[in-house]
């Protein structure tokens, strides 16, 4: 009788400890979801032009966010408890955001050096696309910097058409402020760009059509003062036709150089794109 005590008594303890085991780990579950969630509601604020300039916090407890800080306009506060809706795992948010209509951002933080640096690698990383995408500036050594939306173009050039071409493919491309088009002509210097230039055009023929169509629809997508999502794509024999609406016959323009530019494009064909 005194042993099955003692056994009921340590099957007890057993599963009491397994319990407080069990309630742990799921505290310690629910503890790291939380981080995970703040993380990246913070982070998407951080990116977000509208928001990064802003002091705002952030506190996730049991899928609820609490939103604090101050905002300029009422639109701003409704897009960031948008944000953390949408984030997976968000039932609700408490949004204390306090709308100031004279409120002034505070001059730097972490999320704004954050954003910037998100928004200076993205922006670098579409200018060199476009360059070693297009027919007359692939081969070229161009090094590109982007510090605050300031493009810095480095390198050799064979000719200053190719060197105002690069300052103009940078120059259109999505979150480009300024350029700084150093890039020095050496028409005279033999160089691997002129052969490396040679060797795509007499390849040219070969490029892919589903290749060009992508390049294409990328460059417009990168580029401001085009809607590229607007404009329709399709490549046949290198022959690239473009179709939809734009708003000027100046964005019309731009986006047939910028398709014409793309390396294996023969001609583009553009009485399907109207203003």
Do not use: C
Request: glycine share 8%.
């Amino acid at each position: 009788m005194y042993a099955q005590s003692r056994k009921l008594i340590l099957a007890a303890s057993i599963a009491m400890a397994l319990g407080t085991m069990s309630g742990m780990a799921s505290a310690e579950s629910q503890s790291f979801t939380d981080v995970r969630q703040e993380t990246q509601i913070w982070t998407t604020f951080a990116l977000s032009p509208q928001l990064r300039a802003n002091d705002l916090r952030v506190s996730v407890r049991n899928s609820k966010a609490t939103l604090t800080g101050n905002v300029a306009e009422s639109v701003n506060k409704d897009l960031a408890k948008d944000i953390a809706l949408g984030v997976s795992g968000i039932d609700s948010v408490d949004n204390q955001i306090v709308v100031q209509p004279d409120y002034v951002p505070p001059k730097s933080g972490p999320g704004q050096n954050y954003g910037v640096m998100v928004d200076d690698a993205t922006t670098t990383a579409a200018v060199k696309s476009k360059l070693l995408w297009s027919k007359q500036t692939d081969g070229m050594t161009i090094h590109v910097v982007t510090r605050s939306g300031k493009v810095t173009l480095t390198g050799n050039s064979d000719s200053q058409a190719d060197k105002d071409l690069a300052g103009r493919l940078a120059t259109s491309t999505t979150g480009v402020a300024s350029v700084d088009n150093q890039l020095v002509v050496d028409a005279l210097k033999p160089t691997p760009v002129k052969s490396a230039k040679s060797t795509a055009k007499e390849a040219e023929g070969d490029v892919a059509d589903s290749w060009i169509t992508t390049k294409v629809k990328s460059t417009l997508m990168y580029s401001s003062n085009v809607s590229g999502s607007n404009i329709s794509v399709s490549t046949n024999g290198g022959i690239v036709t473009l179709s939809g609406l734009v708003d000027s016959g100046a964005e019309r323009d731009l986006a047939i150089e910028l398709a014409q530019n793309v390396r294996g494009v023969k001609s583009v064909r553009s009485t399907e794109l109207r203003y």
